[in-house]
């Protein structure tokens, strides 16, 4: 097909997650072709310089032949197998004792998923049957934190804390609730002790207000992703996990976008030494070469689940979970996190990463840098005293995804006037320098555009050497 007609049959037939339909009708698709490392090739020609990961996944990078030729391998060996009747494939199995191995310690237990909206309703479906099995029928609710995702299945949706995830989705649940993001740059806390104990008194009055005997579970993202890259402040996590102990709740840990390498350990809860009762992985458990989530489970809950009616089967199941060719897939993802060096590489390159993001705290548009390994994102204000963001109206976000393209570059621009970045495990020192190089530049396309520079509290001076018109950020 030709590039017009496949924009055209994708108008009228292919329906994008997260997205305005008539907007995406209005504008027509973008037509990715091939990728390579951290390049990205649309079919126009145009390379684009990947600097998300596709969607937080491809923390390998690009067209790593190891991972194509597994793939092809399996495919020839054994395409499919259900894991249902007492079937089993040597992939999975070994997939699964490998992530118990590499993940905390109390994590002893692995069901596997397509990917991470249904590995938290998955989790939902555990921590139901695990109360009602062990005689505790009552709890029910669930808290979670405001601005968290945790996708978008009919359950998770509610979980999630976005907007455009309930909007006519008749989402959250009654039994779902949502305390504050320990979100530093918007609070008014003199430090990060106040933030964190904030947090843990806000857990606890929302227990208090339910009744401990009705709350199931807590759910949080170690880094909140979707919600703006909120990087709470390092013992955070720690706090929240001994919390719900106190309180007798769960603790899950959703690291479908931190885990694997993203924050720097494999897994984010282990650079705080945080043990959950359960934990949900995807995107670079495959690095996004084959769908593919898993729910990590503690031996504790799935004792109850087992012990819970002996007799009777526990009803929960995908066609898809264990799957041969995203297991093997995901062995050799391993391999190269590990042997492959891309772990070390990640971690060695961090602070590259975190000095370039902090750098364009100068700019006038920025008004706060947060990272954590190879996740971070700038925040946009128009004015940096008052932190004040960019009205709606102004569609800063679409302004700059469209200057980031004409630079060659792919991040995600959220719609509250955040910038959000995953850099590839697999970068190198030139490929920052690049990807810096074309966000500076794409700052400063969209910083002289008129409406911009008129929605910005600035003054601008004439440089008397130069003769050239400076914008600073007014004092």
């Not at 729910?295 to 809950?301: D, E, G």
């Not at 996190?337 to 006038?364: K, M, Q, S, T, W």
Request: glycine letters at 10%; proline letters at 4%.
């Amino acid at each position: 097909m030709s590039i017009q007609s496949l924009i055209e049959a994708d108008r009228k037939h292919l329906i994008h997650p997260v997205i305005n339909y008539r907007a995406h009708e209005a504008r027509g698709v973008t037509v990715l072709d091939s990728a390579s490392g951290a390049f990205l090739r649309d079919a126009d020609g145009n390379e684009l310089l990947d600097a998300f990961s596709g969607l937080w996944c491809v923390n390998v990078g690009y067209g790593q032949p190891s991972i194509v030729k597994v793939a092809a391998e399996q495919m020839a060996r054994l395409p499919y197998a259900t894991s249902y009747f007492h079937f089993g494939n040597a992939p999975a199995i070994e997939l699964a004792e490998k992530l118990v191995e590499l993940s905390p310690a109390s994590l002893q237990h692995v069901y596997f998923t397509l990917g991470g909206s249904d590995a938290v309703d998955s989790a939902v479906r555990f921590i139901t049957h695990y109360f009602n099995a062990t005689g505790r029928p009552s709890k029910k609710h669930i808290i979670a934190l405001e601005r968290g995702y945790h996708g978008s299945s009919s359950v998770g949706a509610g979980l999630t804390a976005l907007p455009a995830f309930h909007r006519n989705f008749d989402v959250p649940l009654p039994n779902q609730h949502h305390i504050a993001s320990p979100y530093a740059y918007r609070s008014n806390f003199p430090g990060d002790a106040e933030l964190i104990a904030a947090s843990v008194a806000s857990l606890e009055a929302k227990v208090a207000a339910l009744g401990a005997d009705n709350v199931a579970a807590f759910f949080c993202e170690p880094i909140q992703g979707s919600g703006g890259v909120i990087v709470p402040p390092f013992g955070w996590l720690k706090a929240m996990r001994e919390a719900c102990r106190k309180l007798g709740i769960l603790f899950v840990a959703d690291e479908v976008i931190t885990g694997f390498g993203r924050t720097g350990p494999l897994f984010a809860c282990q650079a705080e030494d945080v043990g959950p009762d359960l934990m949900t992985v995807a995107k670079g458990l495959t690095a996004g070469y084959a769908p593919m989530g898993a729910v990590l489970m503690s031996n504790a809950i799935y004792q109850g689940i087992a012990d819970g009616d002996a007799a009777a089967i526990v009803g929960h199941g995908h066609t898809y979970s264990a799957h041969p060719v995203s297991a093997a897939i995901g062995l050799e993802v391993l391999r190269l996190y590990h042997e492959g060096g891309l772990l070390a590489n990640g971690v060695r390159h961090a602070e590259r990463f975190a000095r370039g993001l902090d750098a364009l705290l100068a700019h006038p548009l920025v008004g706060d840098s947060r990272h954590r390994g190879l996740l971070g994102a700038l925040e946009l204000v128009s004015d940096k005293e008052t932190k004040q963001g960019f009205d709606a109206s102004l569609k800063l976000s679409d302004r700059i995804t469209a200057a980031a393209y004409r630079n060659r570059l792919v991040f995600r621009a959220f719609g509250d006037n955040i910038l959000g970045f995953a850099p590839a495990l697999s970068y190198t020192e030139a490929e920052f320098d690049l990807m810096f190089e074309r966000l500076e530049k794409t700052l400063d396309d969209v910083l002289a555009e008129p409406e911009v520079r008129a929605a910005l509290k600035v003054k601008e001076t004439k440089d008397e050497v130069k003769g050239e018109v400076k914008t600073h950020v007014a004092a």
